[in-house]
């Protein structure tokens, strides 16, 4: 027995936000909030203060504040991995998203 289709049902959100251009930029910000509602879950768990985790970031509160914001999208990868090493996601030694080339020698 064939199944029938329901006629109501029409493209999935991901080709109609594709359709629309805005595909990558939805998952840009998808993923920061993610990251921006794990981070302060790892705080209010860990209770780390933002003053606590601004310090641990060596940046400044507003910094923290711009990235536990989730609609604001101007944070960078390299915030994002000071926060995830600051409350511990990443291990130091474990590459976390941002790779950090090692300083290379002036020659003399």
């Given at each position: 027995?064939?199944?029938?289709?329901?006629?109501?049902?029409?493209?999935?959100?991901?080709?109609?936000l594709?359709?629309?251009?805005?595909?990558?930029?939805?998952r840009?910000?998808?993923?920061?909030?993610?990251?921006?509602?794990?981070?302060?879950?790892?705080?209010?768990?860990?209770?780390?203060?933002?003053?606590?985790?601004?310090?641990?970031?060596?940046?400044?509160?507003?910094?923290?504040?711009?990235?536990?914001?989730?609609?604001?999208?101007?944070?960078?990868?390299?915030?994002?991995?000071?926060?995830?090493?600051?409350?511990?996601?990443?291990?130091?030694?474990?590459?976390?998203?941002?790779?950090r080339?090692?300083?290379?020698?002036?020659?003399?």
């Amino acid at each position: 027995m064939k199944k029938k289709r329901n006629k109501h049902i029409g493209p999935s959100l991901e080709d109609f936000l594709k359709e629309e251009g805005v595909l990558e930029q939805a998952r840009a910000v998808a993923l920061k909030e993610t990251l921006a509602w794990q981070v302060q879950q790892a705080m209010e768990k860990d209770k780390i203060s933002k003053v606590e985790m601004a310090r641990r970031m060596n940046t400044s509160r507003a910094a923290l504040d711009r990235l536990l914001d989730p609609g604001n999208a101007s944070v960078t990868l390299q915030t994002l991995s000071r926060a995830a090493h600051a409350i511990r996601l990443c291990r130091p030694s474990v590459w976390c998203g941002v790779r950090r080339e090692p300083r290379r020698r002036l020659r003399q």
